[in-house]
């Protein structure tokens, strides 16, 4: 099935190929590439559009009006750029079809490969490559996105914390790298192993440096498959991303070498050279800094322009690197520091779904132009006339490449190794010198080599194919098998958890003050400082000020996992059918309803269950058992009610009842232009938070509790005493310290326990009985008192209201900071925290003291 | 030379310490150096006070903590021996050490590491860190930035996460299953000289 629909895929793709080529035939411009430089395609523009005007006024003299036209000269460009994107995201497409040969294949391979079919078809059809990968499209418009996007998503701390030996490696590797290749090509060439060439030494160290290119697109690629461990994989990631920036600036000072000419060049220049490399390289990566902060500023004040608060940023860092390479800085280096530097600053501002735009818009990006540039590349080879064969050159190369990236990793391994903390292992080491795949930053490089000043660059252009060729499918192939057989160090799948959030934290302040003890500045030393820092004056200057509160990590990895849980809850309600407040509620928006059922849903029973399976169930643990089926103990364990309290309570939800707040439909537009959550109207959340507060407080006024669990009443003393004044001062339970391990109940509320026997069901998947509904009175009687109080047990379901009054309940806070508030305590055995909560502000009005009710 | 193998004489027991703690002389007589410096009054021991000298711990939000992981209970004062042991928690593991089966696990095996980190939790030693004792760092550490409700539900939620026996506190083995994926050895481990 998947083989046929692959077929089906591939016939697809030709036609496209050929409608494409079809189109080139009739203009046979040689470089109708895909994207052209804007300036190209702006003159192509108005050459099109003037033949087109001449062709159309030609035809003015026309006898009769023309229903359509043939108006392929008009679209002519953007329409063959969007095909090829969309030849080129099918073969992603086809590739990724069967898993089991992307598992061996790695998929930059296979899309090169898919680009020598579809070269062979261009080149059938016009005998001539007529779309080839121009370094002007590649270097504008194809690898900034692929770069933000590495570098944005980049994990921040790892790559700080290892940043000295990725600068090491990138740096003087590359250095190493371009030097040696050079030299060591020049000598074979002079020692007479590659036969006649127009090559001098000059151009050998500019081939050299364009081949020490470490592709981080083919690099990721590869390495994401394997699942190496962190410390390499970001050793791997940074080298090669960083490294491309210090390539390209060697590249153009070898370029500018071989321009002035081999007799030209002195000490001078050489030392002119140098400097120039650092001022490159140091100046893009500050300009990129720059740009950071820019960034991070703006987002500070997009909040009206959400929408498009992602587009700021693309635009911004694509800036970044348009001014680097403006002011001949360097580009990729910019726009890397570019992306590394504003990512926590974007995420702490924008909201939540704005960043996640961002990751998705960032992810199209790279991802779409990625695949593009492996399509072409394999695209680009099949053309005769770039094709110069000299076995020796090729072959040299190869090996020196492989030969010296070994050498320059080990040695600088081995010198980092003096000082790292954790030495960098043999096998990690070897994976590095393996994992140097050349991609199409050394491609665009030889393809921007001037003809005039380097006679050869067709054998240069080729070799560098084949390398590429060489290193992306050959080493892509077998660095899976060779991570397997090495036995490297996986990257272990750690969950998100608080405790080792909060660990973390109290290792780094365990390790600092070990450090001070020591008087030792360490690698914890700058950490703590710059931490320091950035608290004092950089958040101050790049986030915003409520952002600055909640920007905590261990908050945040909070925040996600309520988050996490409650999507997890409203997906397998929604499942089940049983969200009947979702179903039911008919407000205006569904944002609405889907926000509050996120915050509300850690109330629900069955979230217990849920977290209870994921909290216990990685550890495989007995408990989780007992815990999934959380009823049985749910309804024991809930404070019960004495046939006085539930009459009380009766008379307490009608008067509830009747205050309810009816939420205000606003007959809001459901399109708008420029928002996409309409429905968060601060008034209303707090007309319902005060009402809600005021009417609890009238119901419980008169309302006795159950037994509350002695847990939490055992840490709350305080509490405790305020409610036993008014509370029933005879309830035996209340005095017993563990009170929800205690079965024994009064009399009285063995009737009550009994019948949560019979009903141990989530109230809400009842039948949504309104409360106005005088059925209430019976069905209140036979609902279980226990898990959630009665007055939620009766407003869930009454389902127009109760959300709001609930999730009010559960959050007074005002409405703005909403979102930061995660649901507080859910656990299986936070059983009635409204009770408590309530008990505790019977005597005083919930508006002076919100805090007893968020306190759960 | 001649004045390392003077300062290590001037040690007591010095063959014994190194022997415990996996240090080098080198590293011993940096130790004892940082030791001396600490001890202004030069008693030989040091007390919660010269700890407090520290500025740089001063702005350490569980700072008291960890000076506190330095007296045993009931002492005021620690000497050269105990200091260097409490250090050698954050030796780095060394890989290449031959391994000898009956030798007493090393002071800076991965389980030392975490008992270390958690007894700064669970100062009344009771072997479980309470929710209030969990409370009590997790306020030090995230300081004004969330609200005490805050804090205190993601107290819960922490304690919950770890607790498998649903004692409402988290034991030693508890933690450490909870850390169980965590690197310990690289988290734990600082750079003594080399």
Redesign the interface.
């Known amino acids: 099935m998947a083989i046929l629909q692959q077929f089906a895929l591939l016939a697809l793709l030709i036609i496209f190929c050929t409608s494409c080529k079809a189109g080139t035939l009739e203009v046979n411009s040689a470089e109708v590439g895909l994207n052209y430089s804007s300036k190209a395609s702006a003159a192509e523009d108005t050459g099109t559009s003037t033949n087109g005007s001449t062709g159309g006024h030609g035809t003015s003299v026309i006898t009769t009006l023309p229903i359509v036209i043939w108006k392929w000269p008009h679209v002519e460009t953007p329409y063959l750029v969007a095909l090829w994107i969309l030849t080129c995201w099918l073969c992603k497409l086809v590739c990724e079809l069967n898993h089991s040969i992307t598992s061996v294949i790695p998929e930059s391979g296979l899309l090169i490969i898919l680009g020598f079919v579809l070269g062979g078809i261009v080149w059938g059809a016009d005998k001539a490559q007529t779309f080839k990968l121009i370094p002007v499209n590649f270097f504008y418009y194809l690898l900034p996105q692929i770069v933000l996007d590495a570098s944005y998503c980049m994990p921040n701390k790892l790559f700080f914390s290892n940043l000295g030996a990725i600068l090491v490696h990138a740096i003087i590797g590359t250095c190493w790298n371009a030097g040696t290749v050079g030299i060591a090509l020049w000598g074979c060439y002079e020692g007479g192993a590659m036969g006649n060439l127009n090559i001098g030494p000059l151009q050998f160290l500019l081939f050299g440096a364009l081949m020490s290119a470490v592709d981080p697109v083919a690099v990721i690629a590869v390495f994401e498959e394997v699942h190496v461990n962190e410390v390499l994989y970001i050793l791997v990631f940074g080298e090669s991303l960083l490294n491309d920036g210090v390539t390209v600036v060697l590249y153009n000072v070898f370029d500018a070498f071989v321009s002035l000419g081999g007799p030209k060049i002195n000490a001078a220049e050489i030392i002119k050279g140098i400097v120039s490399f650092f001022v490159v390289a140091f100046g893009g990566s500050f300009l990129g800094v720059v740009f950071a902060i820019l960034i991070s500023m703006l987002t500070r004040v997009t909040k009206n322009v959400q929408v498009i608060g992602a587009g700021f940023i693309i635009v911004l860092g694509y800036l970044s690197y348009l001014t680097a390479e403006m002011l001949s800085l360097s580009a990729i280096l910019s726009i890397t520091f570019c992306g590394v530097c504003c990512q926590k600053y974007i995420t702490a501002n924008m909201d939540e779904k704005s960043v996640t735009t961002l990751r998705y818009s960032l992810k199209v990006l790279a991802n779409g132009s990625e695949t593009m540039i492996f399509v072409f590349l394999g695209v680009s080879a099949i053309d005769k006339n770039i094709w110069v064969w000299n076995t020796g050159f090729i072959l040299l190369t190869i090996l020196f490449i492989v030969v010296f990236r070994f050498m320059g990793v080990f040695f600088l391994n081995w010198v980092l190794n003096q000082s790292r903390l954790i030495p960098i292992d043999l096998t990690d080491q070897f994976v590095m010198g393996y994992g140097g795949l050349r991609g199409a930053v050394a491609y665009g490089l030889a393809a921007s080599l001037d003809e005039k000043k380097i006679p050869e660059k067709n054998l240069m252009l080729g070799t560098t194919l084949i390398v590429v060729y060489f290193t992306v499918i050959l080493q892509g192939i077998t660095m899976k098998p060779l991570v397997q057989w090495l036995k490297v160090k996986k990257a272990t799948q750690s969950d998100l958890t608080l405790n080792g959030k909060i660990n973390n934290r109290t290792f780094e302040h365990i390790l600092t003050a070990m450090e001070d003890i020591c008087g030792r500045m360490g690698d914890n030393w700058w950490t703590r400082h710059w931490n320091y820092f950035e608290d004092k004056y950089v958040c101050w200057l790049l986030m915003k000020s409520d952002a600055r509160k909640h920007k905590d990590p261990i908050f945040g990895a909070f925040h996600k996992l309520n988050l996490e849980d409650a999507t997890k809850y409203v997906t397998e309600g929604e499942s089940k059918g049983s969200l009947a407040f979702i179903r039911n509620c008919d407000s205006a928006s569904v944002d609405f309803k889907k926000k509050l059922a996120l915050e509300y849903a850690d109330i629900m029973p069955d979230i217990m269950a849920d977290m209870s399976e994921y909290d216990f169930g990685i550890d495989n643990v007995p408990v989780t058992s007992v815990m999934k089926n959380p009823i049985p103990s749910v309804s024991l364990n809930i404070h019960e009610l004495d046939k006085k309290s539930v009459s009380d309570d009766l008379n307490a939800h009608h008067i509830l009842d009747q205050h309810l707040y009816k939420s205000r439909r606003y007959n809001r537009p459901t399109y708008s232009r420029s928002h996409y959550n309409t429905s968060e109207n601060p008034d209303e959340m707090q007309e319902i938070f005060q009402r809600t507060m005021r009417s609890r407080l009238e119901s419980f006024k008169s309302t006795k509790m159950g037994v509350n669990p002695a847990k939490k009443l055992s840490k709350h003393p305080k509490k405790d005493s305020t409610h036993k004044p008014n509370g029933k001062p005879a309830d035996p339970h209340r005095t017993h310290p563990y009170g929800d391990e205690d079965f024994e109940f009064s009399a009285d509320s063995a009737s009550s326990s009994e019948i949560a026997g019979h009903f141990p069901r989530r109230n809400t998947s009842t039948p949504g009985a309104g409360v106005d509904n005088p059925a209430f009175i019976p069905e209140m009687d036979t609902s279980p008192p226990m898990r959630n109080p009665p007055w939620q047990t009766e407003t869930g379901n009454n389902t127009a209201v109760a959300p709001s009054q609930r999730a009010q309940g559960r959050l007074p806070w005002t409405p703005t900071n909403l979102r930061h508030l995660a649901p507080l305590r859910m656990s299986t055995r936070s059983t009635d925290s409204f009770a408590m909560a309530d008990a505790s502000v019977d005597d005083e009005t919930p508006e002076e003291k919100p805090g007893a009710h968020t306190r759960l | 030379m001649g004045s390392t193998n003077s300062t290590l004489l001037k040690i007591p027991n010095v063959e014994v310490l190194m022997q415990e703690t996996g240090f080098s002389p080198a590293h011993i007589i940096?130790?004892h150096d940082?030791f001396k410096?600490?001890d202004k009054e030069g008693r030989g021991h040091l007390c919660p006070q010269d700890?407090g000298e520290?500025k740089?711990?001063a702005?350490?939000?569980?700072?008291d903590r960890?000076i506190g992981a330095f007296f045993s209970p009931g002492k005021e004062t620690v000497d050269f021996h105990t200091f260097v042991k409490i250090?050698a928690h954050?030796r780095?593991v060394d890989k290449d050490r031959p391994k000898e089966p009956n030798s007493p696990e090393p002071i800076n095996s991965r389980s030392n590491k975490l008992k270390?980190?958690f007894q700064?939790?669970d100062q009344d030693k009771d072997g479980k860190i309470s929710?209030?004792e969990l409370l009590k760092?997790?306020r030090a550490?995230?300081g004004m930035?969330?609200?005490?409700?805050?804090l205190?539900?993601?107290a819960?939620?922490?304690i919950?996460?770890?607790d498998?026996?649903?004692d409402?506190a988290i034991s030693f083995e508890e933690f450490r299953?909870?850390?169980e994926?965590?690197?310990i050895?690289?988290?734990?481990?600082?750079?003594?000289?080399?």
């Open positions: 940096r130790l940082r410096a600490l700890f520290i740089e711990l702005m350490n939000p569980i700072g960890i250090l954050f780095p270390f980190a700064l939790y929710r209030d760092v997790l550490m995230l930035q969330v609200t005490e409700e805050q205190e539900s993601i819960d939620r922490t919950q996460e770890a498998l026996d649903r409402d299953k909870s850390l994926k965590v690197n050895d690289h988290k734990m481990s600082i750079r003594f000289l080399r």
